[in-house]
């Protein structure tokens, strides 16, 4: 039986409702979880137990936000804070990455002495910073994170000049490991001393930082912007030769097949190393070395250290036409290079030459006379 107008119109108006309902259903979000107010308390509390300014419990947090980083901050406020701290100390609640875990306790313990009004210095911080450091670190502005507001405070007990101190705060400096803490508040007084762009100041970090991992030893007292700005840029003709002499290196040793050791084969004789006799030293512990140089960085620094060109002969010692190697003395913990010689193929000396090119001394000569004995190099005649 055919269906009334009616009924076709009611079924309709059913299938349009179910429809609709359908459809807001599949677009209402699900309801909002309530701010974790608890776990925030917790996050904050950890460690702390002891050291609390106030209870847990006491706190009547009015915060609308579910973003656990704000949560946590306002609960490390509650349980610590009973006097204002600048962003430099709070930013630690509100971002940990990058961080290990030694620096995440070390920064909010730093909060919690400087939150409770305790002695930052006596408590914390006096293995970092001077009493006067200290307060300029507490002082810092709000648009510095930890790491900068450290090094700004250190600039400002060089310089009265907040500019400049704001620069080396917004360097490459304030990005420096711990570990060389001292040699970068060295650099620090430099460039308080000696003002420079950030941009430069960045490049002449790099610089820094490389000659620092090179020789822990080396310092930027005495010296001027205008030596650094030199320095810096001999460094970055070195890395310019050793890409072009690694550059060769690898296009050889693909030619050649084999497993790429980042040195080339060089020649088959040892290193060698004399220690005279207690009659023949100068000096007490006295020692020489010859020592073959089989990689970009090695020859590089040679040429560097004795201001020659034997850099260039890079090809030569990558394709096995020669072999470079370097004589050097040491003594009382200190080493110094004397000579770089050259061999052929056939382990001949070709040539020999000391800092600047010049001529080996006699005395030089002997040691290289006891290496060629007992190494079978043939000298050249003098």
């Not at 502005?141 to 620069?167: M, N």
Request: net charge positive; aromatic share 10%.
């Amino acid at each position: 039986m055919a269906k009334s107008m009616i009924k076709r119109r009611r079924e309709a108006e059913r299938e349009r409702v179910d429809h609709y309902e359908a459809t807001l259903r599949r677009a209402q979000r699900a309801p909002r979880p309530a701010p974790d107010f608890a776990r925030a308390l917790r996050d904050a509390a950890y460690g702390f137990t002891g050291v609390l300014a106030r209870e847990p419990d006491a706190w009547r947090p009015k915060l609308k936000t579910r973003d656990p980083a704000r949560l946590r901050l306002a609960a490390a406020r509650h349980l610590f804070a009973r006097y204002p701290v600048p962003f430099a100390l709070e930013e630690i609640w509100l971002d940990g990455s990058g961080l290990n875990a030694d620096e995440i306790a070390l920064r909010r313990r730093w909060y919690v002495v400087a939150a409770r009004g305790r002695s930052l210095w006596k408590e914390e911080a006096k293995e970092w910073l001077s009493r006067k450091e200290v307060h300029w670190f507490l002082s810092s502005p709000g648009d510095l994170g930890f790491d900068e507001a450290i090094w700004l405070a250190i600039a400002r007990s060089y310089t009265e000049d907040i500019g400049v101190a704001r620069r080396i705060a917004r360097s490459k400096i304030a990005r420096t490991p711990r570990a060389g803490f001292a040699f970068w508040r060295e650099v620090t007084r430099f460039f308080c001393a000696n003002p420079a762009t950030v941009a430069e100041i960045d490049d002449l970090c790099d610089y820094l930082a490389a000659r620092h991992e090179r020789e822990p030893d080396y310092s930027v007292v005495g010296r001027t912007l205008a030596s650094l700005r030199r320095q810096m840029l001999e460094w970055h003709r070195d890395l310019e030769a050793v890409a072009r002499i690694e550059a060769a290196r690898r296009q050889a040793f693909r030619a050649k097949g084999g497993e790429d050791e980042g040195r080339w084969a060089g020649s088959p004789l040892d290193d060698w190393i004399w220690k005279p006799t207690a009659g023949e030293a100068r000096v007490r512990k006295e020692q020489f070395a010859v020592t073959q140089l089989v990689t970009a960085d090695e020859l590089v620094a040679e040429s560097r250290a004795m201001h020659h060109c034997v850099s260039s002969y890079a090809q030569k010692c990558v394709s096995g036409q020669a072999s470079i190697w370097s004589l050097r003395r040491s003594a009382a913990g200190n080493a110094k290079r004397l000579l770089t010689i050259e061999l052929n193929r056939q382990h001949r000396a070709v040539q020999i030459r000391g800092f600047g090119n010049r001529l080996a001394s006699a005395e030089e000569l002997q040691v290289l006379g006891r290496w060629a004995k007992a190494m079978g190099v043939v000298l050249p005649e003098h």
